[in-house]
Nanobody, 116 residues
């Protein structure tokens, strides 16, 4: 299983970016797909996650600014990031978990840099 993350880049404070996580098998085969991020010198943290039934989770620091959704046509999970702040600067990783077989998968990171 491969997860292809894309959409990172350099943006100014207050700007927006749209990250995409495209999977090599149906995104509905995973019980959850999420985005993590890791800033320099910090631990990797969960940013947002969408469950198979559509339930969503957001870290407190991104609530109201980030939206996670599925793009069924592209078999991808999207992270729309608005009102970006310098503290959002990090490498963002796509992650998926499956039950059958029990496994978790990571995509390569995509760098998001928010400049002030």
């Amino acid at each position: 299983v491969q997860l292809q993350a894309s959409g990172g880049g350099l943006v100014q404070v207050g700007g927006s970016l749209r990250l995409s996580c495209a999977a090599s098998r149906s995104i509905f085969s995973f019980n959850a797909v999420g985005w993590y991020r890791q800033a320099p010198g910090k631990q990797r943290e969960l940013v947002a996650r969408i469950g198979l039934g559509g339930s969503t989770y957001y870290a407190d620091g991104v609530k109201g600014r980030f939206t996670i959704s599925r793009d069924n046509a592209k078999n991808a999970v999207i992270l729309q990031m608005n009102s970006l702040k310098p503290e959002d600067t990090a490498v963002y990783y796509c992650h998926a978990t499956s039950v059958l077989p029990p496994a978790d998968y990571w995509g390569q990171g995509t760098l998001v840099t928010v400049s002030s």
